[in-house]
């Protein structure tokens, strides 16, 4: 799994390019909304909160009146450092957990939106870091008009936060903001062509220096997951090989002197293909497509690729616990 940090400075545009990542198929884990669900009515954060801040930092329903207590913090060093002491614990913990669910899952690429990574968080826990900027001046203007802001407001809500110019220096990625939102979206989409090839390649581990070959039944045989799995591998930098049971004398294939690393079978060719590996000496690892959901050896998450998860049945793998990887040795990383 790759473990991005997302980050920007107030009004520089990150929730639009959350949005695009989302919509391209990555995990997003919003600091927003787990800050917002740790200061929530009867939670130990905002007692917390109301003891530090006092009574009228509440609004009427018992919630939080997040203006009241902005009005509090800007421009108050201590006071701001005081939330965010009692807020970031709760929000680093609950990350952590949606972490370890992602992993789970096989995800392989996951976005942690971050406003103050820099700020209140360590860098260092993530595999990529890419920063979202704006000129300071469109900031400000960004702020008056979709905040309402007045000059003062938005300039000390801007100073409260590390420059950005710091920021670009410790970032892998900067995704511009300074133009049309068709502009942005092209930015954003080249990051991500990036971040999502880094993810396929650290998801295959030591399976880049191997081959994966498809085998199908025939030319007419392919089943609408290959063209995604493909995509994944050959953007991890795998060798793919097709072989049609048709046309392909495997036994050779499988026999040679370096034979694939993974063998994967759509349905069709399963049955003629198992056998043919087997006599070859079980080369690598084989594994096949599977109309049956249940017996989930192997989960592909294949969602910036176009796809879902796919499940494979792997020979040999019944009752074992599923990896989130063809290769076997790269279900062992985080």
Known sequence: ??????????????????GFLRRWGATIIDADELAR???????????????????DVLASDGSLDRAALRSKVMGDESALTALNAIVHPVVQERRAVLQTEAQGRGDLLVVNE??????????????????????????????R??????????DRMIAAQMPAERKRAL???????????KQLEARTRGVFKEIR?????KAAGDGTSGTLAIVVADAKDNPPELPAIAGRYTEAGVAIERFDLKTANLDTQFSRAQPPVVVL?????????????????????FVCLSEDPDPVAVRLDLRPWGGEYVALAEFGATGLKPRPDLFPSSGQSG
Do not use: C, Y
Request: aromatic share 4%; no cysteine.
């Open 197 to 201: 090839h880094r993810a396929a390649a």
């Open 171 to 181: 970032s892998q990625f900067v995704i511009e903001n300074s133009s049309t939102l």
């Open 145 to 154: 008009a979709m905040r309402g802001l007045s000059n003062d407001d938005a």
């Open 114 to 143: 971050i406003p103050l990574l820099f700020e209140a968080a360590d860098p260092a826990q993530f595999d990529v870091v890419v920063l979202v900027d704006a000129p300071e001046a469109l900031r400000r203007t960004r702020l």
């Open 1 to 18: 799994m790759l473990n991005v940090g997302l980050t920007g400075n107030i009004a520089a545009g990150k929730s639009t390019v959350v």
């Open 37 to 55: 669900a740790a200061q929530a009515p009867g939670s130990e954060a905002l007692t917390s909160i109301v003891r530090r801040f006092g009574s």
């Open 265 to 285: 079978a759509t349905i069709r060719a399963s049955q003629d293909a198992e056998p043919l590996w087997e006599r070859a000496g079980k080369p690598g690892t």
